[in-house]
């Protein structure tokens, strides 16, 4: 049973646009939320967390939504430049924001056009 | 700035060989992590250690094995390789004091033909 989901494989945006990312998730005991961007032949590298105390957080032009009441969350990226093209992996953890056990979604992929 | 290094970027190994992925991360991390990418399924979690000598099972460790024998270094076995362990891995690690986001070396492109 999937227990993080990105039901959406792929999206793609005009630069300068915004690009939303969604993600969600069944496990009512998860508490903290990552995303992480991965590139072609790099590893996945951490882009911004949420814990569930919050709805919302904020890092330069990425900003993480959270709506626990319906599982949700999103990843907002305004506005979108064409170096944001990546896989995007939404993450999810138990237990006080520690990345022991993260249960990763599928990806999304994230094409943003010039 | 932390570093988690994979020994290999490509590897093609035989069916039936046993396969050795080394990781080495830099930051004394006590953490380490080991993880397999698949087009349409996502990372899924092979095995992680949260000490030297200290091991548990993720969510898929049939067929592999790791031994952390030092800190720093995390090595996934693949104790006799065959064509579905055909993956991306990825070594990850990250500390126990406060919130600590994984970090993930760039992987190694596994083929076992």
């Known amino acids: 049973d999937q227990q993080v989901k990105q039901n959406s494989p792929s999206l793609s945006v005009q630069e300068g646009r915004i690009s939303i990312l969604n993600c969600d998730y069944t496990n009512s005991m998860f508490d903290y939320f990552l995303w992480y961007k991965k590139y072609p032949a790099e590893g996945p590298t951490f882009l911004i967390s949420?814990?569930?105390?919050?709805d919302k957080n904020e890092d330069g032009r990425f900003t993480v939504f959270l709506n626990k009441s319906a599982k949700h969350l999103s990843l907002h990226i305004v506005p979108s430049q064409p170096g944001d093209s990546a896989v995007y992996f939404c993450?999810?953890?138990?237990?006080?924001?520690?990345?022991?056990?993260?249960?990763f979604g599928k990806g999304m992929k994230l094409t943003v056009n010039p | 700035d932390v570093k988690v290094t994979q020994s290999s970027r490509y590897l093609v190994k035989r069916t039936g060989e046993k396969v050795f992925l080394e990781c080495v991360q830099d930051?004394?991390?006590?953490?380490m992590f080991w993880y397999r990418q698949d087009p349409g399924l996502g990372l899924r979690l092979i095995y992680f250690?949260?000490?030297?000598?200290?091991?548990e099972k993720g969510d898929i460790p049939e067929g592999y094995s790791v031994s952390r024998e030092k800190k720093e270094r995390f090595s996934l076995i693949l104790e006799s390789a065959s064509t579905n362990q055909t993956s991306m891995y990825l070594c990850a690690s990250f500390r126990d004091r406060g919130f600590s986001p994984l970090h993930f070396g760039n992987g190694t492109r596994l083929t076992v033909t």
């Open positions: 930051m004394d991390h006590e953490n």
């Open positions: 949420i814990s569930s105390i919050k």
């Open positions: 993450a999810a953890s138990e237990g006080q924001g520690g990345s022991e056990k993260l249960v």
């Open positions: 250690s949260y000490d030297v000598k200290m091991k």
